[in-house]
């Protein structure tokens, strides 16, 4: 069962500080991890703002990539100013160490494609880069997993849909709920104080579904029923 969530670009509005805003964020991001959320659906609203919307995104993201690969994927810039005091995330590629000895054939990594002399190498987070043969681009993430340790460690990148366990969450943007909601294809539940309350039964019915399940949620301020109107029965 995947499960993913929409929540608005105004989700940091109640919060008046960068500081605020990052640990909000940082929070949000957190839970995602913990739930095991495939999808972070980021959708405009209209009490949103661009830098909410930006910061938001950003931290999602540099949350979710492992720590070796963040210099190499995310500039020095003032809204990373506090990723230092952020909590970090308890999912599997976060956890792998570096040194190249305690790899094993099958093993999965993030890697991230570097340039260097004409050639292209990827670091896969151990001491040194490791050739690259794939198509991908400069600064662009890619799962692999080992396919041999001697004489050199060659690899193949795979897609998350070889990936039985949970991987992490990915960020995607929208420009409304609206339009988000009329494109999925499977179940939508649409969270607000004026909803009902899910019986144990609705669990069951989801638990069992193979059908991959959207979270919608509104704003600090703004709720569903406010955001989309009449449009929430349609």
Known sequence: MKISIAIPDSALKDESTHLDKSRKASLIARACAIFKIDTIYLYEESGGSEADRFLLSLILRYLETPQYLRKALFPKIDELKYAGILHPLQIP?????????????????????LHHK??????????????????????????????????????????????????????????????????????????????????????????????????AFGGPDRGLYDILGQRIND
């Not at 590629?93 to 494609?113: Q, T």
Request: proline fraction near 3%.
């Open 118 to 215: 004409g050639k292209k190498f990827l670091d896969i987070g151990t001491f040194d880069p490791i050739l690259y043969f794939g198509k991908e681009h400069e600064k662009k993430r890619v799962t692999i997993q080992i396919k041999t340790l001697v004489p050199t460690i060659t690899v193949k990148e795979i897609s998350e849909n070889e990936i039985k366990q949970y991987w992490g969450y990915k960020v995607k943007e929208r420009s409304n709920l609206l339009k988000l909601l009329t494109e999925w294809k499977g179940d939508i539940l649409m969270t607000s104080r004026k909803g009902k309350n899910a019986t144990q039964k609705h669990l069951e019915y989801y638990a069992g579904s193979d059908k991959p399940i959207l979270l």
């Open 93 to 113: 590629h976060h956890s792998l160490l570096a040194n190249p000895k305690y790899l094993k054939v099958g093993d999965i990594r993030e890697g991230v494609v």
